[in-house]
T-cell receptor
Framework: NAGVTQTPKFRVLKTGQSMTLLCAQD?????MYWYRQDPGMGLRLIHY???????AKGEVPDGYNVSRLKKQNFLLGLESAAPSQTSVYFC?????????????FGPGTRLLVL | GESVGLHLPTLSVQEGDNSIINCAYS??????FIWYKQESGKGPQFIID?????DKRQGQRVTVLLNKTVKHLSLQIAATQPGDSAVYFC??????????????FGGGTRLMVKP
């Protein structure tokens, strides 16, 4: 199993440009999550999904949209990138709802917005 | 507001010594706690977890202790090795009432192992 994969690994955008980050998992997990990590800080939840076709806002959702059209994929979109969105983005997935289910993380996507 | 935090931003230990990384939490509703290890350029990697109805859990070379009275969590690494050098995050889990679970991460502690 590849686990959780993310594409691209690195991207540079100009302010106002749009892009989509792709997350894929091959573990048949129901739950998927997008986090951002800023220097010297822990991860903050942007959006999450509890199943195919469903999404919900996390702690810092503004400026991002997500879609979960297929169970194995969770897309994070930036419609109009801003320098404040320069960060490392991590996707994660977990098997079920129950408290105590480990989240497995992808390798991250580094995004630089100029 | 409620948060998860860490006492020490950087911990330097000698190879072979034991390491202790501490974490304070303030959300009494959290039911599950996790320690993650993050190496440079990689995503967080699960190390060990503990449920709120336990006070100690042991893994391979790692032990997590939970003190609910003072809302304190610690990660103990025995016989620390150079490969243990990384940033360690504690995270607390909240179940979101049939809406998944949300992890709140602390700021991280960098562990540096001296040969």
């Amino acid at each position: 199993n590849a686990g959780v994969t993310q594409t691209p690994k690195f991207r540079v955008l100009k302010t106002g440009q749009s892009m989509t980050l792709l997350c894929a998992q091959d573990m048949n997990h129901e739950y998927m999550y997008w986090y951002r990590q800023d220097p010297g800080m822990g991860l903050r939840l942007i959006h999450y999904s509890v199943g195919e076709g469903t999404t919900a806002k996390g702690e810092v959702p503004d400026g991002y949209n997500v879609s979960r059209l297929k169970k194995q994929n969770f897309l994070l979109g930036l419609e109009s990138a801003a320098p404040s969105q320069t960060s490392v983005y991590f996707c994660a997935s977990s098997r079920s709802l129950a408290g105590g289910e480990t989240q497995y993380f992808g390798p991250g996507t580094r995004l630089l917005v100029l | 507001g409620e948060s998860v935090g860490l006492h020490l931003p950087t911990l330097s230990v000698q190879e072979g010594d034991n390491s202790i990384i501490n974490c304070a939490y303030s959300n009494s509703a959290s039911d599950y706690f996790i320690w993650y290890k993050q190496e440079s350029g990689k995503g967080p990697q699960f190390i060990i977890d503990i449920r709120s109805n336990m006070d100690k859990r042991q893994g391979q070379r790692v032990t997590v202790l939970l003190n609910k009275t003072v809302k304190h969590l610690s990660l103990q690494i025995a016989a620390t090795q150079p490969g243990d050098s990384a940033v360690y995050f504690c995270a607390e889990n909240l179940s979101l009432n049939n809406a998944g679970n949300m992890l709140t991460f602390g700021g991280g502690t960098r562990l540096m192992v001296k040969p």
